[in-house]
């Protein structure tokens, strides 16, 4: 399992993660299968793992929590994700930003990730959903700013909701912003443009979702979904393969899908 520097928080990280959405009782997951896949994966050198509150109200992040009690002696990262309070998935400007991520409820919704991973501190919090209408708001930023004060986090990023990558670019100029988890691919190759570019500028990591489903592709951290060893198998070797050739990856880029979105 190859590393990569998870940006300007430092540490390093398996390049390819851990995405736990399929568990905790979803698609008729087994908790003792979905333990015995995130113990493969720690036994072949994953050390990101990516879970939410809302991935089974808590259930998954549980099922972490007792990965992180039986690797005490191993560096392995926690990232969770607060639920919007509406429960309104994509993120949508017209919803105000006190219906979706108020102060109470961001501090709330990490204290209950902190006491289901049994830790002191969540490696990295992210919002689940977004829009970049509510960036300059500075309810968020100061619940936030206090988080890290206070030791409760260590870092704090975004979900993009898919297909918009660029509807973060206003809330990365607030300096709170330290990863951005987005959809990347090489159908799904519009990250290239402004978002990858902006998070290289501000050494902000990114978190590339769906990889595998439809494409491969390198230079990120990766979080296919997994939720049986033999999952866990096949996608971890894909760390150790050889990089795709240039001339392969412009005959790909060819088949780029192209979108245009409404971001206001």
Known sequence: MQ?????????????????MWGMAGWTGSDDEQSLAALE????????????AWAYGDGRSERLLGEILRRHRDKRLSAATKIPPKNRRWPGRAEDRIDE????????????????N?????????????????????????????????EGLVRGFGISVNRWQPANVLRALDTDLVDSVQVVYNIFDQSPED??????????????????????????????????????????????????????LMSELRRHRWERTFDLA
């Open 194 to 247: 402004m978002l990858l570019p902006a998070c290289q500028e501000r050494d902000i990591a990114v978190i590339a979702r769906v990889p595998f489903d439809e494409g491969s592709l390198t230079g990120s951290t990766v979080i296919p979904g997994m939720r049986k060893p033999a999952h866990v198998n096949e996608n971890m070797r894909i760390s150790d393969s050889q990089p795709l050739s240039d001339d």
């Open 117 to 149: 991973l049994g830790i002191d501190t969540i490696d990295l919090q992210q919002f689940h959903v977004w829009s970049d209408a509510w960036a300059l708001d500075d309810l968020w930023q100061r619940a936030v700013s206090d988080l890290k004060t």
């Open 40 to 51: 493969r994966a720690v036994a072949l050198g994953c050390t990101f793992f990516d879970t």
């Open 3 to 19: 590393n990569r520097r998870f940006g300007r928080l430092g540490w390093d990280a398996s390049e390819v993660g851990y995405g």
């Open 100 to 115: 979706v991520f108020p102060a109470d409820h961001i501090r709330e919704y990490t204290e209950k990730s902190l006491t």
